[in-house]
């Protein structure tokens, strides 16, 4: 009888880990995609390049979230990243903006961050005109210490 019991038991709670994993699968799925409960819409960005930007990726103005990167392709006529941006209904993006490629620190996610100029409001599917792409860090360190060795080379 004991034996019969300590079956129930495991059962029991196996059946309640699924049941709370099932729940966090439910939770990330309503989740997913979701540009603040707010409906938006889109704008084009090209870039040189967007290392780290991803779709699901923030859209930030002064460092607020106002939206998320809805995809990223790349364009066959002129070999530049094109990303779509899903922006907040409530959020004016400006006709002179930038659009630049930032990241969190060395570590952190990379996102897209709007600086805002100009003065009318860019109609929806409209094209951002001025980009900034990412830089990468790793060239950047390489050509600073090439140059470091190479002004300690020379005679003085």
């Known amino acids: 009888m004991k034996l019969n019991l300590e079956r129930w038991g495991e059962t029991l709670l196996g059946a309640a880990v699924a049941v709370v994993a099932v729940g966090f699968f439910v939770f990330a799925a309503a989740q997913a995609g979701q540009t603040s409960g707010a409906?938006?819409?889109?704008?084009?960005?090209?870039?040189?390049?967007?290392?780290?930007?991803?779709?699901?990726?923030?859209?930030?103005?002064?460092?607020?979230?106002?939206?998320?990167?809805?995809?990223?392709?790349?364009?066959?006529?002129?070999?530049?990243?094109?990303?779509?941006?899903?922006?907040?209904?409530?959020?004016?993006?400006?006709?002179?903006?930038?659009?630049?490629?930032?990241?969190?620190?060395?570590?952190?996610?990379?996102y897209v961050a709007i600086e805002p100029a100009g003065l009318d409001a860019l109609a929806p599917g409209a094209e951002i005109p001025n980009t900034q792409g990412a830089v990468d860090l790793l060239t950047l360190f390489a050509s600073f210490a090439q140059g470091q060795s190479q002004n300690g080379d020379a005679p003085q």
């Open 39 to 110: 409906s938006g819409y889109d704008l084009i960005a090209r870039f040189q390049r967007v290392d780290g930007v991803a779709v699901g990726s923030d859209v930030r103005v002064s460092g607020v979230k106002v939206g998320v990167v809805r995809a990223v392709a790349l364009d066959p006529a002129t070999y530049l990243a094109q990303l779509t941006l899903t922006v907040n209904e409530d959020v004016q993006v400006l006709d002179d903006s930038t659009a630049r490629i930032a990241s969190d620190g060395l570590l952190g996610g990379a």
